[in-house]
């Protein structure tokens, strides 16, 4: 396995439009984690998921995010009508429900709202 | 409510000597506790990890942190710096909730190494 992957790793688009990434995690994985880190800060937290279902799901998370694993395997996060204040590198990671929560992330997708 | 404080958004040491970043913070619940590091254009990766063992962690590439209950403190250290340690650090909460896990991330340390 080659890890957790993300696509596209890069994303430009103009504000109003909608853009949506895709993760793929580690394939034993049951744990899927969405994060959003800006420039100079730690993740911050969107999204979490065991196999397919949403169990959490941060406050600060607009109506214009949503985010799906319909199968329990790959994950998509849909941001609709962007504006700028979305430009951030979005993070996804996964972990085994074995305890301990170790997650392993991967390399991110970087949106800029132009 | 989670949170994670990182003492310090830059430390700046000088080859082979001790490297001390300063992690607190607060959970309801006794949590797990970790340490990533993000070099420059690459993924998080986890260098050790906090789930209720010993309360000294050995991690990879020779860093540790110690959990203190009393002071709600998990810093992490390293002996002896190297040229490659030069990298940003989180420190990171999970707890349990109601819904499942929930990590919250520190700002961020980054980590200067001089020659």
């Known amino acids: 396995d080659t890890g957790v992957s993300q696509n596209p790793r890069h994303k430009i688009t103009k504000r109003g439009q909608n853009v949506t990434f895709r993760c793929d995690p580690i394939?034993?994985?049951?744990?899927l984690y969405w994060y959003r880190q800006t420039l100079g800060q730690g993740p911050e937290f969107l999204t979490y998921?065991?196999?397919?279902?949403?169990?959490?799901k941060s406050r600060l998370l607009s109506d214009r995010f949503s985010a799906e694993r319909p199968k329990g395997s790959f994950s998509t996060l849909e941001i609709q009508r962007t504006e700028q204040g979305d430009s951030a590198m979005y993070l996804c990671?996964?972990?085994?429900?074995?305890?301990?929560?170790?997650?392993?992330f991967g390399p991110g997708t970087r949106l800029t709202v132009t | 409510a989670q949170s994670v404080t990182q003492l310090g958004s830059h430390v700046s040491v000088s080859e082979g000597a001790l490297v001390l970043l300063r992690c607190n913070y607060s959970?309801?619940?006794?949590?797990?506790l970790f340490w990533y590091v993000q070099y420059p254009n690459q993924g998080l990766q986890l260098l050790l990890k906090y789930t209720s063992a010993a309360t000294l962690v050995k991690g990879i590439n020779g860093f540790e942190a110690e959990f203190k209950k009393s002071e709600t403190s998990f810093h992490l250290t390293k002996p002896s710096a190297h040229m490659s340690d030069a990298a940003e650090y989180f420190c990171a909460v999970s707890d349990l909730t109601t819904g499942g896990f929930k990590t919250i991330f520190g700002a961020g340390t980054r980590l200067f190494v001089k020659a």
């Open positions: 959970s309801s619940v006794p949590p797990y």
């Open positions: 990671a996964s972990s085994v429900d074995t305890g301990g929560d170790e997650q392993y």
């Open positions: 998921f065991q196999n397919e279902a949403q169990l959490e």
């Open positions: 394939s034993e994985h049951n744990r």
